[in-house]
Nanobody, 118 residues
């Protein structure tokens, strides 16, 4: 079982920055793939960024060059640094974990709201 708790959301002006954090419970964090998803009102949840247990990263095209995902295995925490924020980045951001051998993300946090004003 993995529990995830996000923090760091808030209101920011366009062009600003935020850093989201996701603290994970359990001793298996270092072998778990992690991801950030987001869901805007009236839209489907979309994948934003992922980081594997070997620290390989992947980003959706709309955030490439602006967002950076990282992890600190000593702190069981994954981060999403978001720079040059745009109003279209406004959404609830969710942290997710995928256990080894699983094809999909099994565990989810409660979400944190990010609002970017124009």
């Amino acid at each position: 079982q993995v529990q995830l708790v996000e923090s760091g959301g808030g209101l920011v002006q366009a062009g600003g920055s935020l850093r989201l954090s996701c603290a994970a419970s359990g001793s298996i964090f270092r072998i778990t793939d992690m991801g950030w998803y987001r869901q805007a009102p009236g839209k489907q949840r979309e994948l934003v960024a992922t980081i594997s247990s070997s620290r390989r990263t992947n980003y959706t095209d709309s955030v490439k060059g602006r967002f950076t995902i990282s992890r600190d295995n000593a702190k069981n925490t994954v981060y999403l640094q978001m720079n040059s924020l745009k109003p279209e980045d406004t959404a609830v951001y969710y942290c997710a974990a995928r256990l080894p051998g699983s094809l999909k993300y099994n565990y989810w946090g409660q979400g944190t709201q990010v609002t970017v004003s124009s």
